[in-house]
């Protein structure tokens, strides 16, 4: 804080009132300290009073999740906890939805209450804005997607792998006609699952340029439109693969309102809640979040404890489970 003030030419009670954003303070001068804090990389510490603790550590860890009501992320979120929970470590959980500004903002927000360590799935282009605190020795680990523009652990499933698995499985149960519906093209899992299946159905000699392709979808409601459109459409596929839980959800609401249950094929992406229950049961390649989600937190709390060997990708593997949708066979 003297840094900032002595940068900015104010006093250190003036960037107190600043970063505390408390009034009395002109709007020049604000202007002038903020930008001083950032030059310097300066964090607002909230937690300056638990560094009386040894080794200076907060007990806490911070967990940036593209949605914590996703059963998804709150089986990472639980599995995490469960593994650093006995180290007498606090999980602080939020939400990013898969808003770039918002995971700068919330990564910045754990920052200034000084975490023991980050874990977080990445939505922005880049990560290299962590840099300055990665080098200084701040344990992150990123889930689900690999970061971009900083080296670190990354504890990922395999995405493309899974999505070709997905469509050779329908491939091999008869289906030609197949489509495919994907969550937003930015999202780096998406682009991953979309690019296994439609490079093994080109190995199995389909054209790729007529298969049906529906992206941008991040809900329910906008899964369930488009597999409406494609169902009603000249040439409807006989077989569908959902690139995502809730996108799956979607897909099974538009085969029930058409009737088409037990007549189109349906593989998903992500396992859920009473899959197992469905009329028919719901085929899935599914994640492990229970697997990331401690493997994660092993590698955090490896160095926290001081592990410094260069930073790996952990891959989990999926699986195919099969339950009745993806095994239907295309009308005769």
């Given at each position: 804080m003297r840094h900032v003030a002595a940068l900015a030419g104010v006093g250190i009670?003036?960037?107190?009132?600043?970063?505390?954003?408390?009034?009395?303070?002109?709007?020049?001068?604000?202007?002038?300290?903020?930008?001083?804090?950032?030059?310097?990389?300066?964090?607002?510490?909230?937690?300056?009073?638990?560094?009386?603790?040894?080794?200076?550590?907060?007990?806490?860890?911070?967990?940036?999740?593209?949605?914590?009501?996703?059963?998804?992320?709150?089986?990472?979120?639980?599995?995490?906890?469960?593994?650093?929970?006995?180290?007498?470590?606090?999980v602080f959980a939020a939400s990013l939805d898969d808003d770039p500004d918002r995971e700068k903002t919330l990564v910045a927000a754990f920052l200034g209450r000084r975490v023991d360590g980050l874990v977080l799935t990445p939505i922005a282009r880049s990560q290299a804005y962590a840099?300055?605190?990665?080098?200084?020795?701040?344990?992150?680990?990123?889930i689900d997607r690999e970061p971009v523009g900083i080296d670190a652990d990354a504890v990922v499933t395999d995405n493309a792998?899974?999505?070709?698995?997905?469509?050779?499985?329908?491939l091999a149960h008869?289906?030609?006609?197949?489509?495919?519906?994907?969550?937003?093209?930015?999202?780096?899992?998406?682009?991953?699952?979309?690019?296994?299946?439609?490079?093994?159905?080109?190995?199995?000699?389909i054209s790729t340029a007529t298969v049906p392709v529906r992206e941008g979808l991040h809900n329910e409601e906008s899964a369930r439109q488009a597999a409406l459109e494609l169902l009603r459409g000249e040439n409807p596929p006989s077989a569908i693969f959902s690139s995502q839980n809730l996108v799956t959800v979607g897909v099974m609401r538009a085969l029930k309102e058409l009737g088409l249950s037990r007549q189109v094929a349906l593989v998903g992406f992500d396992d859920f809640t009473l899959a197992d229950m469905m009329e028919p049961g719901i085929t899935v390649i599914a994640q492990h979040p229970e697997r990331i989600g401690k493997l994660a937190a092993e590698r955090l709390l490896a160095r926290i404890d001081g592990d410094d060997r260069p930073p790996e990708t952990y891959i989990v593997p999926s699986e195919l489970i099969e339950r009745g949708s993806g095994e239907i066979p295309p009308a005769s």
């Open positions: 009670k003036t960037v107190s009132r600043v970063m505390n954003d408390e009034p009395g303070v002109s709007e020049a001068t604000r202007r002038r300290v903020l930008g001083a804090s950032q030059q310097l990389n300066y964090q607002l510490d909230m937690a300056a009073g638990s560094l009386r603790r040894a080794g200076r550590q907060t007990l806490s860890i911070g967990l940036l999740l593209p949605s914590v009501a996703n059963p998804f992320s709150s089986e990472i979120h639980r599995a995490l906890e469960d593994a650093v929970t006995a180290r007498g470590i606090a840099i300055p605190e990665h080098s200084r020795d701040l344990p992150m680990v990123f792998v899974g999505a070709s698995r997905a469509a050779a499985h329908l008869g289906h030609n006609k197949l489509a495919y519906l994907g969550d937003r093209t930015d999202i780096q899992t998406a682009r991953e699952r979309r690019r296994g299946f439609i490079e093994e159905l080109g190995r199995a000699g």
